[in-house]
């Protein structure tokens, strides 16, 4: 398990991003990009982090 802000480190996002996306909030999609891939999961794997 990651931290919010080790997370928005490694995805080069602000905190208040991954705590909006958390909230389900949108957000681009080079944003969701740079954290599927800081997690570790490769772009196919999107529908597993993010339901649009």
Do not use: H, W
């Not at 602000?14 to 772009?43: D, H, V, W, Y």
């Not at 794997?45 to 993010?50: H, N, Q, R, V």
Request: proline letters at 4%.
């Amino acid at each position: 398990m990651m931290s919010k802000s080790e997370l928005s480190r490694k995805a080069n996002v602000s905190p208040i991003t991954i705590s909006r996306i958390e909230k389900g909030m949108p957000c681009r999609m080079e944003t969701q990009r740079k954290i599927i891939l800081a997690l570790g999961f490769n772009l196919s794997d999107k529908d597993k982090i993010f339901n649009d």
